[in-house]
């Protein structure tokens, strides 16, 4: 009345199943490592206890298999690792930048090496977020086979206008370290499914009436589109 198998076979459980009209458990990897004889009586008298813990098992690998070919998990993961040779050499001028030594770091601050330090910093680190909603960008561009250049323009565009301007009338660069990540991945979901909207809109106009020349100029209209957009919402 009950098949258990060993976890490198736990592939043909269905077939098992199937044509065994049986019910199948998979033998956990401790008992089967161990050679655990009274894990095996166990599951044989109670089989309901392993199956319960079989099905929540079963239910996380099928979430798992659905987040790992999700595009926008994907497009996510890709533009971090995308920005980690960045996020290295950032953390190499933060370091120096701030030497935990003190006496070292005087002298530092106090001579040139403290500016172009500051600068490597800022270039790297203070404008990490801006590198990750164009890394981000290119690979929801690469994905979905959509134009790389308007998407990762509009999604910069974008992010800089959501983080508005500053007091004294400056582009607000507050949000452009690594306290605006989370607003630079929400504007790069948000810009891709609006430009993918329309990428697919003016690739369908393509066989009606309107000629490409309208079409190729709304092309060039999207990134100032989407920018007015997303500022006025």
């Not at 290295?88 to 330090?117: C, K, Q, R, Y």
Request: neutral net charge.
């Amino acid at each position: 009345d009950l098949v258990l198998i060993a976890r490198q076979i736990s592939y043909m459980k269905e077939d098992i199943i199937n044509q065994s009209s049986r019910e199948c458990l998979i033998i956990p990897e401790d008992a089967y490592g161990k050679s655990d004889g009274s894990a095996l009586v166990d599951m044989t008298l109670h089989p309901e206890k392993y199956k319960e813990r079989e099905d929540g098992r079963e239910k996380i690998r099928k979430v798992a298999a659905k987040m790992s070919s999700n595009i926008y998990v994907l497009s996510i993961m890709d533009g971090f690792r995308m920005i980690m040779p960045v996020s290295m050499i950032g953390s190499v001028f933060s370091l120096l930048v701030s030497f935990p030594v003190s006496a070292l770091n005087t002298v530092i601050t106090d001579s040139i090496l403290g500016e172009f330090f500051e600068l490597g910093y800022q270039m790297t680190l203070g404008l990490i977020s801006i590198y990750l909603s164009f890394s981000i960008a290119m690979c929801f561009a690469k994905r979905s086979r959509i134009r790389k250049e308007g998407l990762v323009l509009a999604t910069v565009i974008d992010f800089m206008a959501l983080c508005g301007v500053s007091n004294k009338g400056w582009l607000n660069l507050e949000f452009f370290d690594g306290n605006g990540m989370l607003t630079a991945i929400l504007c790069s979901i948000l810009t891709y499914k609006i430009y993918a909207y329309a990428d697919h809109f003016m690739d369908h106009s393509r066989k009606t009436l309107i000629s490409n020349n309208i079409i190729e100029s709304l092309y060039s209209l999207i990134p100032v589109s989407l920018c007015m957009i997303m500022t006025l919402i």
